[in-house]
């Protein structure tokens, strides 16, 4: 039945089944691949009790998948092996002890999967292989569904003996009632295909199925799908259906939302940087109006001020933040208390956590260099109070300085520009990348309410930072680019921070030359096709931007490159440039076949290898004082990689 659509507040307590949640913030579902023998470890304890100390009203932890046939990675958490029991106990007593309600989500991921680890066929409702996998699956019979239908009854059921305080079903981004729900990926003409009501039956068997093994004392939500995004896909009206027809059953206490499928669209589920924040909204606001259940919505939440609006506007009565959490555990707490400016917020990278799981790694996180290690102690200090300096106030010296005086050190900080923020706010001016912007802006906040003495346009020789007889220094000096040395003296060939920085502005016909893979030579491709150049990108690589696949910005980038009419050579490498008058002529050679062409150009911007500016580092090392250096200083990587160096070093001060 539909219900007075009326807005919430954060701080607003929500009735959902037996229990009430302490406020309207939870920390839904995703992977971390901290799993160990496909079971509970220490670094998923840690973690998600960290998220629980910081005001999560209700996690739900990523899926359990529920029958053996199913393993579609390797750290994928086995509810159906009894094993995983005295785990689910630690975990749950451990978010508990902080007011915080604890959900499994119970999970098949049928076709979206690979047999590599089963050598078992993938189950699915029909025989077309999922676009990403692009393995045919096997054609489930009642056989099958029988068992995976008893697979969610006892995995439920040792949830709750594990302490769980409910599941929630996923039939959403990778899953096998996803996959009967969809017209497109079920074929079937038995009574669980044909029209909705026959895809939904295995969904609602197992719902039914769950109901009974947990009783009325516990949770059961349903994630749904509400925007596939695919050919043949559930749209919204199918999840309007679906979540009146849930609510039928009278076994749901409510119901979580998202978009996209995990393989074909993944980009739709963890929204990257492009992405307006709220974008999948319409979803819940669409299911709130049909059903009066509680529903979570989901979009790309970063900040306090948009969960709040939110709730206000009544498009959802829970919000589901997952990166938020994940950068700033304690992001609940300080949205109820209103710290909003205190907020470490999410920045829509991508790069430690998707792009890491998806490598297999566990998850992390750019801007929170201890997201994934909370179950490491920090080293023990013994000798607050020093008088440390950092030299360089990009985000590793940031960070250092931020560490070093969260742990009670007296901190002075040297930056030779004019702010501090290092290649971050350089990369900061390119379209579509603006929020990275936030991610110095918190570092400098933090140091600030620290009381790091933050000196900007000081450009300290070595002997200056001597003579701030400091007891420790942090040298976090960054980067320079290097000029490929095909490139000879011709100023028409200038680096892409140049162009960021507002030192170069080509003309005319440009080639970006992408020996990156990331999102240097693509942003500045954008940047100077937005002023009206005929931008060519060229990179030995399979692909401009290969690395983009890994963030979810690959789909944003191709749409937006076709749009701006930017060209793309691909397995090329430079091999020489003639300048002449009229333009410059530069040599590519197909690597793959040795053959060479010659492009011609009013201008080229390179996105290539840098090297450390590490002269402060040379001339303190042997000086006697102690010295330790950071980030690019010590070698050039990406930005995670001097985050975690900045904490690293602060933390190994005074123990
Ligand atoms: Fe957000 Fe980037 Fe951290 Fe992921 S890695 S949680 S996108 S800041």
Not at 619 to 645: F, K, M, N, Q, W
């Amino acid at each position: 039945m539909p219900r007075d659509v009326g807005g919430a507040d954060s701080q607003d307590t929500l009735r959902i089944g037996p229990f009430t949640l302490r406020n309207r913030m939870i920390f839904p579902a995703h992977l971390t691949n901290f799993s160990s023998g496909g079971t509970i470890t220490e670094q998923h304890i840690a973690y998600y009790e960290a998220r629980a100390r910081g005001g999560a009203a209700m996690i739900i932890t990523e899926e359990h998948t529920v029958h053996p046939s199913d393993r579609p990675y390797e750290k994928l958490i086995r509810g159906w092996d009894p094993a995983v029991l005295p785990g689910y106990r630690r975990l749950t007593s451990a978010v508990h002890r902080h007011g915080t309600r604890i959900l499994a989500q119970l999970n098949h991921n049928g076709a979206q999967g690979s047999s590599m680890y089963t050598a078992r066929p993938l189950w699915s409702p029909g025989t077309d292989p999922d676009p990403l996998f692009r393995e045919v699956p096997m054609v489930i019979g009642e056989p099958e569904i029988a068992e995976l239908v008893d697979g969610y009854f006892d995995v439920a059921r040792r949830c709750i003996d594990g302490g769980f305080d409910g599941v929630e079903i996923q039939c959403s981004q990778a899953s096998i009632l996803r996959a009967f729900l969809a017209p497109g990926t079920n074929p079937r003409t038995d009574h669980y295909g044909g029209d909705l009501h026959g895809r939904a039956r295995l969904l609602l068997d197992v719902v039914a199925a769950v109901r009974a093994a947990v009783g009325r004392e516990a949770v059961v939500g349903v994630r749904l799908s509400g925007h596939d995004g695919t050919h043949g896909g559930i749209d919204i009206d199918d999840a309007v259906r679906v979540a009146r027809m849930l609510e039928t059953t009278g076994h749901i206490d409510y119901l979580n939302t998202s978009v996209g499928v995990a393989t074909e669209t993944l980009h739709l589920i963890e929204a990257p940087m492009a992405t307006p924040h709220g974008y999948s909204l319409f979803v819940p606001d669409a299911i709130r109006a049909a059903v009066s259940l509680p529903v979570v919505g989901v979009g790309r939440f970063t900040r306090p001020d948009q969960v709040r609006a939110a709730l206000s506007s009544g498009v959802c009565d829970l919000v589901g933040a997952v990166r938020a959490q994940i950068a700033d555990p304690d992001f609940a707490r300080k949205t109820l208390s209103g710290r909003d400016d205190e907020v470490r917020p999410c920045i829509g990278c991508n790069q430690e956590c998707i792009g890491r799981v998806g490598l297999g790694r566990w998850i992390g996180c750019t801007v929170n260099p201890r997201a994934g290690l909370e179950s490491e102690p920090l080293p023990r200090l013994r000798m607050p109070g020093l008088r440390v300096l950092v030299v360089g106030g990009g985000p590793a010296g940031l960070q250092a300085a931020a560490t070093a005086a969260e742990r009670g050190h007296a901190v002075t900080l040297f930056e030779k520009e004019t702010s501090v923020g290092g290649q971050i706010r350089t990369a900061a001016v390119a379209p579509y990348r603006g929020e990275l912007l936030a991610a110095v802006e918190s570092l400098e906040a933090q140091c600030r309410r620290r009381g790091v003495d933050l000196r900007t346009g000081v450009a300290a020789t070595a002997d200056e930072v001597r003579a701030q007889r400091p007891d420790a220094v942090i040298i976090a000096t960054g980067a320079r680019p290097q000029r490929p040395s095909w490139a000879g003296e011709s100023p028409r060939v200038v680096d892409v921070r140049d162009v960021l920085d507002g030192r170069a502005a080509p003309t005319g016909r440009v080639l970006v030359v992408d020996d990156l893979g990331f999102h240097e030579a693509t942003s500045v491709a954008e940047l100077l096709a937005d002023r009206g150049c005929d931008v060519t990108v060229c990179t030995p690589g399979m692909i401009v931007g290969q690395d983009l696949g890994l963030t979810l910005d690959m789909d944003g980038w191709l749409r937006r490159a076709h749009e701006k009419c930017i060209d793309r050579i691909t397995d090329v490498t430079v091999t020489g440039l003639t300048v002449r008058d009229e333009g410059l002529d530069v040599s590519l050679a197909h690597h793959p076949t040795g053959r060479t062409r010659v492009l011609t150009v009013d201008g080229v911007v390179v996105a290539t290898h840098q090297e450390p500016v590490d002269e402060m580092w040379t001339a303190l090392v042997e000086s006697g004082i102690r010295v330790s250096r950071v980030g690019d200083a010590v070698t050039p990587r990406r930005a995670h990689a001097a985050i975690l160096e900045g904490d690293r070093a602060a933390l190994e001060l005074g123990v």
